[in-house]
């Protein structure tokens, strides 16, 4: 009995090792991030513990505007790029969101930009990836939650990049209505101490070390260990019982 409950739970095991491995996920925080002000167009804010991105006038202008740029250079095959989720933590916001605005992704051809990056220098915002609205009809202002971009567009453009120079930067803009005045969100960025950074997640199939972002495979391994904890534990359980009953017996 105790060879046919140990056997059981090593079959179990290797499953759950095999499913782990085809369904993994590596998420990690962006490698570089900025925003840039029209206002102060030669101040750089590379060093800032927020981003942000704002639009002025009714026509939402864009005045403030975030850069996030990812290394993908340990993706063994950009085809396998099954999902992805682009991930920025909410902390602040101005003007008036009681009604939906807009908020949008776009690709960012020039990877050259660094933390000295400034209005007058930065690169222009390129194909749109993906727009998202955001609203609060409570009190009219976000904060404490995720703006996130996902779609067949972000796994496209992260798939060329991959199979391109390795480098994935984007431009977070607002975009839409903005007739309530100045409007925008305000993020943590990867410099806040305790913070939560823009975070890419990225679900590839046949892989779950996809890239150095975690190239440990740490959060695929925990939720590995974890399964096999519970099944060894309830293998410990099932052996308890069956000396119980022997000894009762």
Request: proline residues 4%; negative net charge; charged residues 15%.
């Amino acid at each position: 009995m105790r060879r046919l409950i140990f056997a059981s739970l090593l079959v179990i095991v290797l499953s759950v090792l095999s499913v782990s491995a085809a369904y993994g996920v590596a998420s990690g925080p962006a490698d570089l991030d900025t925003w840039v002000n029209v206002n102060s167009p030669t101040t750089a804010y590379g060093t800032d513990v927020h981003l942000w991105t704002r639009g002025d006038t009714n026509v939402c202008n864009t005045s403030w505007r975030t850069y996030l740029k990812w290394d993908l250079s340990d993706i063994a095959n950009p085809g396998d790029i099954a999902n992805a989720q682009l991930k920025l933590w909410v902390n602040g916001s101005t003007g008036d969101w009681t009604s939906t605005r807009t908020v949008s992704l776009f690709q960012v051809t020039d990877d050259s930009w660094t933390n000295a990056t400034t209005w007058s220098t930065s690169p222009p915002p390129g194909t749109l990836i993906q727009t998202v609205g955001k609203s609060d009809p409570l009190d009219g202002a976000i904060s404490n939650e995720y703006l996130t971009f996902s779609g067949a567009n972000l796994v496209s453009y992260l798939q060329a990049q991959a199979a391109g120079d390795d480098v994935a930067s984007f431009a977070v803009v607002m975009t839409g209505d903005c007739t309530a005045g100045t409007v925008g969100l305000r993020f943590d960025s990867i410099d806040k101490a305790g913070g939560i950074p823009p975070t890419l997640e990225i679900t590839n199939p046949n892989s779950v070390t996809l890239r150095a972002m975690d190239s440990d495979g740490t959060s695929a391994r925990v939720w590995i260990l974890a399964g096999v904890a519970l099944l060894l534990g309830a293998g410990v359980i099932a052996l308890s019982v069956i000396r119980r009953r022997r000894t009762a017996n």
